[in-house]
Nanobody, 127 residues
């Protein structure tokens, strides 16, 4: 019953910015985490950023800390990923995901712990 729809992807030069959005429906109080993940060609899907929907705690992959910011709107129906200072290695398909609570640790950014997924949006960063 939960649906996630991503938007905001596109092409940008290195050093530029993009903002991704994820619109949610069928909200459940059991869904504690909203996250962004990415998958480059030939690579496994990896966690990028996560926000808890109750306390607002955030988690980031080391590769994006200081450049990316995850946040929600006031209704918590949309989650955003603000991406600044983009690098070519950020090129990937970006996915929005929602999951139930897990203990703090590596599982927060682990794709298989998330139950619901969007279809993805392409982000391409050129040199």
């Amino acid at each position: 019953q939960v649906q996630l729809v991503e938007s905001g992807g596109g092409s940008v030069q290195a050093g530029g910015s993009l903002r991704l959005s994820c619109a949610t429906s069928g909200y459940s109080y059991a869904l504690n985490r909203m996250g962004w993940f990415r998958q480059a060609p030939g690579s496994e899907r990896e966690g990028v950023a996560v926000i808890t929907t109750t306390g607002g705690s955030t988690y980031y992959a080391d590769t994006v800390k200081g450049r990316f910011t995850i946040f929600q709107d006031n209704t918590k129906s949309t989650v955003y990923l603000q991406m600044n200072s983009l690098k070519p290695e950020d090129t990937a398909v970006y996915y929005c995901a929602a999951g139930t609570m897990v203990a703090a640790g590596p599982a927060v950014l682990t794709p298989y712990t998330y139950r619901y997924w969007g279809q993805g949006t392409q982000v391409t960063v050129s040199s």
